[in-house]
């Protein structure tokens, strides 16, 4: 054989193995990155209905298959999104105490207690109607110990807790407030309005309703603001 034939042969071979090896267009395409914005909407369908199933059911009872299957993918696919259901559930809380941690952010930014405890009542009764789910996903986590969260619990909402009794402190020390157990009355503020996430269809039986509706959030909230403002603000 010559060496410009052995040559084309070799160059053939080569080509031919390419070809054997080469993933078709459709596999091609199933390992090619989707775009950031596809990517970004299913990874919020798959948390949103994680968050429903984790709140039903807990950790232990939801299950990577039934999530999948209500969003429309395959389990394999929701696990190219997030590699395990610790991982998923982790993402589920992440998001809950981010939003809730946001809402707390009035009382220490805020000057006048009156105003500052209008405002957080209202905005902690609007994250249980609006997402209550969350509340409960976060709610069955605590419950049991807080065993997958506790870090994140300590790393986030100890010190925002801290700052707002540093807030309430400040207040006392200037005569706009009564002097209390701050810590105390924060856990009761977040017990009271969380209430209406975690017991909300309880409530409603005994309201005779099917679900609440926004007047009984608004009842509620004055209520609840009464009770708070009555033990804090300095009787003149």
Not at 125 to 149: D, H, K, N
Not at 206 to 235: S, T
């Amino acid at each position: 054989m010559t060496e410009s034939k052995a040559r084309r042969t070799s160059t053939a071979r080569k080509a031919s193995a390419k070809s054997t090896h080469a993933p078709s267009p459709a596999a091609s395409e199933e390992l090619a990155p989707q775009p950031r914005a596809a990517r970004l909407r299913k990874e919020a369908a798959i948390c949103a209905e994680a968050e429903r199933q984790f709140a039903q059911y807990g950790f232990e009872g939801a299950s990577l298959e039934n999530i999948a299957a209500a969003v429309g993918i395959s389990r394999h696919s929701l696990l190219y999104y997030y590699p395990s259901k610790e991982q998923l559930y982790r993402k589920v809380l992440d998001e809950v105490l981010s939003e809730w941690l946001a809402r707390m952010a009035g009382i220490v930014s805020g000057t006048d207690p009156e105003a500052a405890m209008r405002e957080y009542i209202a905005a902690k009764l609007r994250y249980s109607r609006e997402r209550p789910a969350g509340s409960q996903v976060f709610a069955r986590e605590v419950m049991a110990g807080a065993p997958r969260f506790r870090d994140a619990i300590e790393a986030q909402v100890l010190p925002a807790l801290n700052a707002d009794v540093k807030t309430f402190e400040r207040w006392a020390r200037q005569g706009l407030v009564a002097k209390l157990d701050f810590r105390h009355l924060m856990f009761t503020i977040w017990a009271s309005t969380q209430a209406y996430a975690d017991l909300g269809p309880q409530f409603a039986i005994l309201l005779g309703k099917p679900v609440l509706e926004e007047e009984d959030y608004l009842a509620a909230e004055r209520l609840i603001l009464q009770l708070v403002l009555g033990g804090l603000m300095v009787k003149p």
